[in-house]
């Protein structure tokens, strides 16, 4: 399956070269990149929710910033778990939806072979088994 930006990207460039990304691939990292970019969110908005005063608090004690981080840690876990739930159960879903990518593909070149040779069930059994 040739990614059609990239080849647009590429040819434009004067080059005759063509571009295949593997879709399982790329769906793995588009998850992995999506749902980091969420979990980083979840563990900023913890951190966020500590008050300023503590902080202020702990610079007045003259604490030093590994000091601080780890007398709120308690808190800040206490914030975090349900939203973490609440992540993991999105990305669960949509890594069922990852393995569903070549899936279309495949189905559509089975039927493309049944056709030419009027022998379906042993394509769609084969696509079947594979998917």
Known sequence: MAAPL??????????EATVDINPFLAGVLTIG?????????TFRGAILAIPRGQAEAAWL???A??????????RKWCA?????HNNWLVLIKATALVSL??????????????AATRSPFAYFLFTARCS
């Not at 749902?35 to 969110?41: H, K, L, P, R, V």
């Not at 910033?65 to 308690?74: D, E, G, T, V, W």
């Not at 070149?109 to 049944?114: R, T």
């Open 33 to 41: 990149f999506i749902y980091g970019a969420y979990m980083t969110e």
């Open 65 to 74: 910033a590994p000091k601080l981080f780890y007398a709120s840690l308690p």
């Open 6 to 15: 990239l080849e647009q990207l590429v040819r434009g460039h004067g080059s």
């Open 101 to 114: 990518i070549g899936l279309q593909e495949m189905t559509y070149l089975a039927k493309q072979a049944s």
């Open 80 to 84: 975090t778990p349900s939203r973490l």
């Open 61 to 63: 004690l003259a604490w």
